[in-house]
């Protein structure tokens, strides 16, 4: 599954120090999460997929790390950013042992397939 992203050819040298460093503080602090915990909800506020993670979570009494970043109405460019890192569109970021697995509604379907409990070892 390739994703089309652009070659650093055809970035002008002049500027591939800044697109490296364009907010790379939020993508380290999620890589750090999702090295650290098994189980990792990347939100924002106001937004109801991300309480619905959460909430699936919970009532499997499942442990988790919640990272929220902002609401509809700021830090949509430090978002970007992860948007951007991961393709993934949309909030939540659900990371199972490192690694995405969508979002809410996939974080259900794992759960009730019994996949998610497969994954974690358990």
């Known amino acids: ?46 937004n109801p997929m991300p309480k619905k993670a959460r909430k699936l979570l919970d009532r499997g009494k499942r442990n988790y790390r919640y990272l929220e970043y902002g609401s509809y109405l700021g830090d949509w460019r430090r978002r970007n950013a992860l948007k951007m890192w991961t ?6 970021m659900v990371f199972v042992k490192g690694v995405l697995i969508g979002g809410a509604n996939d974080l259900e379907k794992l759960i009730e397939s019994g ?8």
């Open 1 to 46: 599954m390739g994703r089309s992203i652009l070659d650093e050819a055809h970035i002008h040298p002049a500027i591939r120090e800044t697109i490296a460093n364009n907010r790379a503080d939020i993508v380290r602090e999620v890589q750090t999460a999702i090295s650290r915990d098994d189980i990792v909800v990347v939100g924002m506020a106001q």
């Open 87 to 92: 393709g993934w569109p949309t909030f939540p």
């Open 115 to 122: 996949e998610l409990a497969q994954l974690l070892g358990k």
